[in-house]
Structures are given as C-alpha cells and as structure tokens.
C-alpha cells in the first residue's frame, strides 16, 4: 500500500491541497474554504494536526463535536482527509501536569511550553497520553468516508531535539545497552582511554551534555542515533494503533536535509515504517540556487521512497515567516516548484496551509488563500496550479529512472558535523550539493541513496565525502566497481568507521582514505586544509577550495595534480583528481582530493559522464537553468520541462505537451520562467 492507494481515492489525480487548519477560524469561514477548495481543485487536506489542545480540553475528555462538522462538510463536498492523530503538540495542561514531560537543552534548562511540540520522546507521560489521543481519533474516525490517510504527528525532531533530560538518559542507557551489550564493549567503541573517560557503571553515562570543551564524539554519534530512535519509538507507537484500526497508508511528514547532527532524525532508518514516504520542503530565499536544492531535496525523499512515488506534504505558495527576509515568490515560481516535485516523483502538491492565519506565529506565512483574498497573485495561481495538476493526472504512479547515484548516508553526513575536525568546512551535505548542482546543470538526473542500498543499476555513483562508513557499506562500494561500476570518492571519505575511529592498522598505520585506499590506489598521508577563501591551483580541473591532501597514487592514473603554489602550498606535485580502471577492465574508481570549483567540477563531471556512459534526459545539456526530467510507466514518457532561466527557449521534444494539450510539433518552444510537461510514448 503506498501513494497509488491515495491516487485511487483522489479518483486518479494527483494530490493537491494543504493543512487546513479550520479551528482558527469562525465557523460560518468554513463553507467559503470548502467552496474555494472546490474552485481550485483541492481534493487533498491535512486536517487536526496541532489540534490537541481543542480535542482534549482534560485528560481523557474528548470534544469531537467541530472535526466531526469539518470532516462532514469536507466530505459532502468531496475533499478527502489525510487526517492528524495531533500528537504534535501537547496542550498546555499537560505541560503543567506533567511538567517532566518539557524536553531539556545540553545546557541542563528544562524548556517551557507555549510554543508547539513542548515534550521530550522518551517521557513515558507524553507517550501514554499520544497514544491515548491516537486511539480516541481512530476509533472514532477510522471508518469515516472522508479520511484516505494518516497523518502521525508533525515534522518529528523539529523544535524539541534533543532532549538531554532524565528521560533521555534513561533511554539512551538502555539504548546502549542493547546496542554494545557490555560496557567494556562501549568503553571499546567509545575510545574512553583517552581523557580519563572509562565507564564502570552503565549510570555513570550521561547524554552528551555541555562539558568544559569536546564531548568524546563517539557518545556525540550514539546519542543522535538514539535521538532518532526515541522520536521513531514514538512514531511507530501511534502507527501501530492506526493500523489496528484502520486500513489506510500511515505516514508522517520528513524535512528534507533539515536532519543534522543538531536535530538528528535518520529518515533512511524511518521510511521503511512508511506506508508513504511523505516531505516537506520550503526555499530558502536567501539562495539563489535554491531551486535546484529543492530538487536535490525532492532526489533524496525518491530515495527514501526507494524510487517509488512519494508525496509532497509541504511547501509555500509564497513567503514563509521563518527566514530573516522572507522574500515572496514570483509569479510562475510556485508553479515551477510545485512541477519540480512532481518531476522528481511526488504524486501530490501539498501546501502549508489552506488559508493564512490572521493571529499567531506564522501570520505572516502564506498560504493558499492568502490575506488579501480571491483576488490576488497568489489565489490566481492556486487556481492555475490546480489545472495544471488535473492536467498531467497521468503521470501518477510512474517513477524516475537514473543512471547516476550520489551516496548520502546519515551517520557520514552526522560525522562531518562533529566538532574537533581538521576543517569545519568540510562539511558533507554543502560537498553534496556541489555535486548534485554539477549534474544538475549536466542535465543528469541523479538518485540518492545510501552506501548500503542495491547500487548496481547505476552506471556512475559519487560518495561525497562520506567520512563514515561501515564495513557494509564499504564493502557494497568496492562490490560495485568490481561488477564494472563508475565509483568516484571525495576527499575526507572512508576516514572512519561506524565509531568514528580512523580507519587504519594500529601498528602499521596505512593512507588515508582506510576505507577505499586500495580501491582507488591512493595512499594519502596528511591533510592540508585550506585558510577560509583560500583556492590551491591544479594542474587540471581549475582550482580547489577547502581542502587538499599530501600523498601518493599507489596504483592509479594521475588526472591533477596540487600546485605548489607560492610556497604556501605542502602539497605540491600531490594527486588531486585520480583514477584506477575496474580490475575487470570495465569501470574505474575516481578519487577527487579536494573541492572543485564549478568549472572544474563540470569538467569532470562530463569526464565521468562520457566514461561512464551516462547521459542527459535529452541526450544533450539542456540550456542553462533548464531543469529537463523524464517519468515513465514503462508504456509511456512524461519529460518536464521547467524554464527557471529568464530567457525563452526551444527544446528538441516530439510528443503532446499536456497543459495546453498541443503537438509540439518537434520543438518545445517553452517561454522564460515557463513549464511544460510533453508526452510520448516509451
Ligand atoms: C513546517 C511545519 C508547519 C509550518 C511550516 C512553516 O513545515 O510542519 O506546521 O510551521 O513549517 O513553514
């Protein structure tokens, strides 16, 4: 069961609608919203969300009596409900009831309510009364013709994580006790000889809360990972009590990349408890690129999704309220976005939120029906969405084919953002992005998946910066070029294993990177991070940024090598860009040492490409800031074609375009800013 159940439901359309929020209106606003949802096509609405505090005034009392009025009038008018079990946000009468249940900062301050999503996942209080509150919903709704979907909580870990308080502790003692099983096995894991950290008591061990300087970074790993277990723990509690009730798809929505070290939720550990991977994605304004990290964003939940279709729960129709400037959407920007997604494999467009608020935090948030009304830029293009949408119904249920695959494991991305590193530059997902931007612009759709995944459908695989990495996974990326794969690492990559221990001989040492030294015959032997703004010239490929290495090719071809540059250079005549040919004479190992300009990476890029045999949608590049991506249902092609270059351009594409539903006649002829969405046949 997945989104194809929630397309059957929407009667073969793709989703489109939002949070709708009813309780902050008077009621005599509601059949205006239902008649402006029908005016725009809205058949999808996320109702009851942060509605706890209205459905349980006190514990165990329940007023059911206005959702009962909404989901009525939603389904007399034939808009479906993905419908909110509101754990999200403890009510403030449990907060003063259970005033333990208030998550704690590393700093020791217990925070306050008064905000939203006021508890801490391991206090037993907050999990009893979830599940009480789950129960209460679904039994009274489970059956109700309206509801095709569940919605379990809201954006886990935003807000309240980690909570290091005595619920936490307790947790993640235990959590590491069922993880090492002994402590001589955790002190191991943990490298406590060093400072004087020995553990003889599992008691003695605390959450990684603020100390003199460094917390040891392998308690730092652990305590995220068993953040994000907590947080599914919670998760799969309310599930498990919907799902004994109720037939329909479960799911809670993602954030995207918003899933660091700070606010750790492993969505590769959560997405198979999914009956639909669902995410939400917002711009941020400040980026000028920031579309083309809305679609590395959208790659990557088709990833957790593993490639099948998934469901877009959030995004804004204009500004949001939470960035420094929030700069409004353009016209024709929501539309572009809202195609990206569906491109890269959602079958919905969702919003946050049906109407704007007029009080509270986020009024100044947009949302479908904005504060002006009808008449305005944005409920125009919400109308214009909602055609658009109906138009390419079609579409539902195909999927995306890639030949290339950027490795994006959580534990690599957490360990770049240890503290006590050779270069708070290097970070994983920026190192990431530059990649997925590269291909991007090669017009090469690209999936992203984990080290540990079925990579054997790739024809090209980078690893960027994938600092840690476990046996498995190592052992699947050498599997992968021995089978005749395309394999490319970055600097700071293979460093460490699953603990954060360098990955090398303990008597005779051995290069860097442990983990795919040989694999790509380099033998590195110390890093040369750059001073901030700093470049080190190669002999090809431009420049580097960030980072650079002293070493050798053991058994590799040199591509580039470091400069010496000035004298401030200790890398000089080092390799900066290598490859070793597949040892079956089909495929190659590349390892690049440093950060790549973009002209340089596109280089490369299309070096890689053209060895690897991978090529864009179109055969060719599409032009600059043409985003061109194909879905197929094996019978038929859908090739999106989104203009966000201010220029008019003409695009070699034989086949119906759907929103105008006119032959192109051979050439797309799609204007600046514009989007297209032609059909032929596979
Ligand atoms: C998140 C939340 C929503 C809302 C939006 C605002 O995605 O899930 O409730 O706060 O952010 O952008």
């Known amino acids: 069961m997945a989104m194809d159940y929630i397309v059957d439901k929407l009667g073969g359309r793709i989703a489109f609608g939002g949070d709708y929020n009813p309780e902050q209106w008077p009621?005599?606003?509601?059949?205006?919203?239902?008649?402006?949802?029908?005016?725009?096509?809205?058949?999808?609405?996320?109702?009851?969300?942060?509605?706890?505090?209205?459905?349980?005034?006190?514990?165990?009392?329940?007023?059911?009596?206005w959702?009962?009025?909404?989901?009525?009038?939603?389904?007399?008018?034939?808009?479906?409900?993905?419908?909110?079990?509101?754990?999200?946000?403890?009510?403030?009468?449990?907060?003063?009831?259970?005033?333990?249940?208030?998550?704690?900062?590393?700093?020791?301050?217990?925070?306050?309510?008064?905000?939203?999503?006021?508890f801490a996942a391991c206090s037993p209080d907050y999990r009893r009364a979830a599940a009480a509150l789950t129960t209460a919903i679904v039994q009274r709704y489970a059956e109700h013709p309206a509801v095709v979907m569940w919605h379990v909580h809201?954006?886990?870990?935003?807000?309240?994580q980690p909570d290091f308080g005595p619920h936490a502790e307790r947790g993640f003692q235990k959590w590491l006790q069922d993880r090492y099983g002994s402590l001589d096995a955790l002190n191991k894991a943990w490298g406590t000889a060093f400072w004087s950290q020995h553990y003889y008591d599992w008691a003695e061990i605390l959450p990684p809360r603020r100390s003199g300087t460094w917390v040891n970074p392998t308690q730092q790993l652990d305590f995220a990972r068993f953040s994000s277990d907590a947080l599914l723990e919670c998760f799969k509690a309310e599930a498990d009590v919907i799902r004994a009730h109720s037939e329909h798809p479960v799911t809670t929505n993602f954030m995207g990349f918003n899933m660091g070290l700070n606010a750790p939720v492993d969505y590769w550990r959560w997405s198979g408890h999914m009956d639909v991977v669902s995410n939400d994605h917002y711009l941020i304004a400040a980026d000028e690129r920031n579309f083309q990290e809305l679609a590395m964003t959208a790659d990557l939940t088709r990833g957790w999704a593993q490639g099948k279709p998934w469901l877009l729960m959030e995004h804004s129709t204009s500004a949001v309220n939470w960035q420094p400037r929030n700069v409004a959407k353009v016209p024709g920007?929501?539309?572009?976005?809202?195609?990206?997604?569906?491109?890269?494999?959602?079958?919905?467009?969702?919003?946050?939120?049906?109407?704007?608020?007029?009080?509270?935090?986020?009024?100044?948030?947009?949302?479908?029906?904005?504060?002006?009304?009808?008449?305005?830029?944005?409920?125009?293009?919400?109308?214009?969405?909602?055609?658009?949408?109906?138009?390419?119904?079609?579409?539902?249920?195909?999927?995306?084919?890639?030949?290339?695959?950027?490795?994006?494991?959580?534990?690599?991305?957490?360990?770049?953002?240890?503290?006590?590193?050779?270069?708070?530059?290097?970070?994983?997902?920026?190192?990431?992005?530059?990649?997925?931007?590269?291909?991007?612009?090669?017009?090469?759709?690209?999936?992203?998946?984990?080290?540990?995944?079925?990579?054997?459908?790739y024809k090209l695989v980078i690893a960027p910066m994938l600092y840690l990495v476990t046996d498995e996974g190592a052992a699947k990326l050498h599997k992968y070029v021995e089978a005749g794969g395309t394999l490319v690492i970055t600097y700071f990559s293979g460093i460490v294993d699953e603990n954060d221990h360098i990955r090398m001989d303990p008597v005779n040492g051995g290069g860097y990177p442990g983990a795919f030294s040989e694999l790509l015959g380099v033998s590195m032997e110390e890093f040369f991070p750059l001073r901030s703004g700093d470049t080190v010239g190669l002999s090809q490929f431009g420049s580097g940024t960030l980072w650079s290495e002293l070493g050798k090719a053991t058994d590799a071809e040199v591509l580039a090598t470091f400069d010496g540059g000035a004298g401030r250079s200790g890398v000089g005549g080092s390799p900066a860009v290598t490859r070793r040919a597949g040892a079956s004479g089909r495929g190659a190992a590349y390892y690049v040492a440093t950060s790549l300009g973009r002209t340089g990476l596109a280089e490369l890029v299309q070096l890689l490409c053209s060895d690897a045999g991978v090529e864009p949608v179109l055969g060719v590049a599409p032009p600059e800031d043409v985003e061109i991506v194909r879905r197929s249902n094996g019978t038929k092609d859908w090739t999106f074609v989104i203009n966000h270059s201010a220029h008019d351009v003409d695009v070699p594409l034989d086949g119906v375009e759907l929103l105008s539903g006119a032959p192109t006649g051979g050439t797309l002829i799609l204007t600046a800013g514009g989007v297209a969405v032609v059909a032929t046949p596979a």
């Open 27 to 65: 009621e005599e606003v509601w059949k205006h919203d239902v008649a402006l949802m029908k005016e725009a096509g809205v058949n999808l609405v996320s109702v009851g969300i942060f509605s706890w505090a209205l459905l349980e005034p006190e514990e165990g009392r329940y007023e059911f009596g």
């Open 67 to 118: 959702l009962d009025r909404v989901l009525e009038l939603l389904h007399a008018n034939g808009i479906s409900v993905d419908l909110a079990n509101a754990s999200a946000s403890p009510p403030p009468w449990f907060s003063r009831k259970y005033p333990d249940s208030l998550p704690v900062d590393a700093d020791g301050v217990r925070q306050s309510y008064g905000s939203r999503q006021a």
């Open 154 to 160: 809201n954006e886990y870990g935003c807000h309240n």
């Open 333 to 457: 920007e929501m539309l572009r976005n809202s195609l990206q997604h569906v491109a890269r494999g959602s079958d919905g467009a969702l919003f946050f939120q049906w109407r704007a608020s007029r009080a509270g935090a986020e009024k100044y948030h947009s949302g479908l029906v904005p504060h002006a009304g009808r008449d305005s830029k944005v409920w125009r293009e919400v109308v214009q969405l909602g055609r658009v949408l109906e138009s390419i119904s079609e579409v539902a249920g195909s999927t995306v084919q890639a030949e290339a695959c950027i490795i994006h494991d959580t534990d690599a991305r957490w360990g770049t953002e240890l503290d006590s590193h050779p270069s708070e530059d290097a970070r994983n997902v920026p190192e990431t992005r530059r990649w997925h931007d590269a291909l991007y612009r090669a017009g090469i759709t690209t999936d992203i998946r984990q080290s540990t995944d079925d990579l054997s459908g």
